[in-house]
């Protein structure tokens, strides 16, 4: 354990940087950054931020308390954090074409827990993807506040073809009458049918919630559909394809914006937090870009690049195979029911060379999700490090050897460090040029 530094003043505190005030955190920190560095991030809801983004978050903005909006706040001294959400506010509504944004939300699950609040009371019904099918903890599992506070109905998709199943979607609102219909995954690796849901949702009276957390940058770069034509209200992640700070934000119609605000503030939270939203005005612009366009265009492609690699004849000699026969999206789901691997076995087996992704449970999952039968791998991490077709193809094969089990693991690491050293990542952070 580091030995703590003496501090005699406040003035001492506010100035030393953290390796001298507390060594023990900024080593594990330290640690972290080179596992970052030396490692390919494969996990689908991760990517790497901007250097701007951080400094954003970083920023003396951490010290302002803003309780309210802007131009009607609880306390004193907001007009620069005024001018800094108003950006945030009309930089996504213009990115998404929304006609109302709140951008105060902690975190996708605050975002998704606020558009409940503001439309349903307790006990409403809900139709959700079932957790086991790709939906997310918030659409409706039995131990989140989401199952706890609203009457649950799930649907599925189809065991034929694993997409999920408009008709019974349909057949559960006729029969259930929902008063919101959640649309969103965190596991599933094709497009939604929005129109469709806008078509259910409307024949019942129902609410249309699209949760596009995974798919958001995917969406403000043109490449997959909007929801936001379709839906009442859109949630979704700053972090994931978006690469920005971890949080969330909520868009919708400009009538349920009032009901929307309230829910967040006081409803949901107290205040907001600034450096975050300022980090995420700067991603906003990000997504804005032609860069950010053309990294999005990389992420599909090596997604497309790993299914592919991962639906051969080889692997598939392994009883390993893809869901769906592929993807439309930046992740892949790798279903191993039919291999010698489990998906905790196959994580750990990818992490020991270097690869980092997370084990999945696969609809019609025989084992416990602590274990599971799947993985869920996916590209906007590596993407946003520069990687393009020629790396994606590489990096595909080194997944597919390393879960087929064939090749030296000293092998398949020193293929993953010479790509890592390749991309460098965060090189300012290391002392070098940024």
């Given at each position: 354990?580091?030995?703590?530094?003496?501090?005699?003043?406040?003035?001492?505190?506010?100035?030393?940087?953290?390796?001298?005030?507390?060594?023990?955190?900024?080593?594990?920190?330290?640690?972290?950054?080179?596992?970052?560095?030396?490692?390919?991030?494969?996990?689908?809801?991760?990517?790497?931020?901007?250097?701007?983004?951080?400094?954003?978050?970083?920023?003396?903005?951490?010290?302002?308390?803003?309780?309210?909006?802007?131009?009607?706040?609880?306390?004193?001294?907001?007009?620069?954090?005024?001018?800094?959400?108003?950006?945030?506010?009309?930089?996504?509504?213009?990115?998404?074409?929304?006609?109302?944004?709140?951008?105060?939300?902690?975190?996708?699950?605050?975002?998704?827990?606020?558009?409940?609040?503001?439309?349903?009371?307790?006990?409403?019904?809900?139709?959700?993807?079932?957790?086991?099918?790709?939906?997310?903890?918030?659409?409706?599992?039995?131990?989140?506040?989401?199952?706890?506070?609203?009457?649950?109905?799930?649907?599925?998709?189809?065991?034929?073809?694993?997409?999920?199943?408009?008709?019974?979607?349909?057949?559960?609102?006729?029969?259930?009458?929902?008063?919101?219909?959640?649309?969103?995954?965190?596991?599933?690796?094709r497009q939604l049918d929005f129109a469709g849901f806008r078509r259910i949702a409307?024949?019942?009276?129902?609410?249309?919630?699209?949760?596009?957390?995974?798919?958001?940058?995917?969406?403000?770069?043109?490449?997959?559909?909007?929801?936001?034509?379709?839906?009442?209200?859109?949630?979704?992640?700053?972090?994931?394809?978006?690469?920005?700070?971890?949080?969330?934000?909520?868009?919708?119609?400009?009538?349920?914006?009032?009901?929307?605000?309230?829910?967040?503030?006081?409803?949901?939270?107290?205040?907001?937090?600034?450096?975050?939203?300022?980090?995420?005005?700067?991603?906003?612009?990000?997504?804005?870009?032609?860069?950010?366009?053309?990294?999005?265009?990389?992420?599909?492609?090596?997604?497309?690049?790993?299914?592919?690699?991962?639906?051969?004849?080889?692997?598939?000699?392994?009883?390993?195979?893809?869901?769906?026969?592929?993807?439309?999206?930046?992740?892949?789901?790798?279903?191993?029911?039919?291999?010698?691997?489990?998906?905790?076995?196959?994580?750990?087996?990818?992490?020991?060379?270097?690869?980092?992704?997370?084990?999945?449970a696969v609809p019609f999952d025989p084992r416990p999700p602590m274990v599971s039968?799947?993985?869920?791998?996916?590209?906007?991490?590596?993407?946003?490090?520069?990687?393009?077709?020629?790396?994606?193809?590489?990096?595909?094969?080194?997944?597919?050897?390393?879960?087929?089990?064939?090749?030296?693991?000293?092998?398949?690491?020193?293929?993953?460090?010479?790509?890592?050293?390749?991309?460098?990542?965060?090189?300012?952070?290391?002392?070098?040029?940024?």
């Amino acid at each position: 354990m580091a030995t703590s530094t003496s501090l005699t003043t406040p003035a001492s505190t506010l100035s030393l940087p953290l390796s001298e005030l507390d060594p023990d955190v900024a080593t594990a920190v330290a640690a972290e950054l080179h596992r970052q560095q030396s490692t390919l991030e494969m996990i689908a809801s991760e990517n790497f931020a901007p250097a701007a983004v951080m400094e954003a978050q970083g920023s003396v903005l951490t010290n302002k308390y803003a309780e309210g909006y802007p131009g009607r706040r609880y306390y004193g001294g907001c007009e620069h954090v005024d001018v800094i959400e108003q950006l945030a506010i009309d930089r996504v509504k213009e990115l998404f074409g929304a006609e109302a944004a709140n951008v105060q939300p902690h975190s996708g699950a605050q975002a998704n827990a606020a558009a409940m609040f503001a439309l349903l009371k307790p006990g409403d019904t809900i139709l959700g993807l079932d957790l086991a099918h790709g939906g997310h903890l918030t659409h409706g599992m039995r131990l989140n506040y989401s199952g706890r506070l609203y009457n649950v109905v799930p649907y599925h998709v189809r065991e034929s073809d694993l997409r999920v199943d408009m008709d019974e979607v349909e057949q559960l609102a006729l029969a259930h009458r929902p008063k919101m219909i959640v649309a969103g995954w965190s596991a599933y690796p094709r497009q939604l049918d929005f129109a469709g849901f806008r078509r259910i949702a409307d024949e019942v009276g129902a609410y249309l919630l699209v949760d596009m957390a995974h798919f958001a940058g995917l969406v403000a770069a043109g490449l997959h559909p909007s929801p936001v034509p379709y839906a009442d209200i859109v949630t979704t992640t700053t972090h994931k394809t978006l690469g920005g700070p971890r949080g969330g934000v909520i868009l919708s119609r400009a009538g349920l914006a009032k009901k929307i605000n309230s829910a967040v503030f006081p409803g949901q939270q107290g205040g907001p937090l600034e450096h975050v939203i300022a980090a995420k005005a700067v991603a906003f612009k990000v997504a804005s870009s032609d860069e950010f366009k053309e990294r999005q265009r990389r992420t599909l492609r090596g997604a497309k690049i790993l299914a592919g690699r991962l639906l051969a004849d080889d692997v598939a000699e392994a009883g390993i195979t893809v869901l769906t026969g592929g993807t439309e999206v930046h992740l892949v789901l790798v279903d191993l029911r039919n291999s010698e691997l489990n998906g905790k076995q196959a994580e750990d087996r990818l992490h020991r060379v270097g690869i980092t992704v997370n084990r999945n449970a696969v609809p019609f999952d025989p084992r416990p999700p602590m274990v599971s039968s799947g993985l869920r791998i996916g590209t906007p991490a590596l993407a946003t490090r520069g990687f393009g077709e020629t790396e994606f193809r590489e990096v595909a094969d080194i997944i597919a050897e390393a879960l087929k089990g064939e090749r030296p693991g000293d092998e398949l690491s020193a293929r993953v460090e010479k790509l890592a050293t390749a991309f460098p990542l965060y090189p300012h952070l290391d002392g070098g040029p940024a």
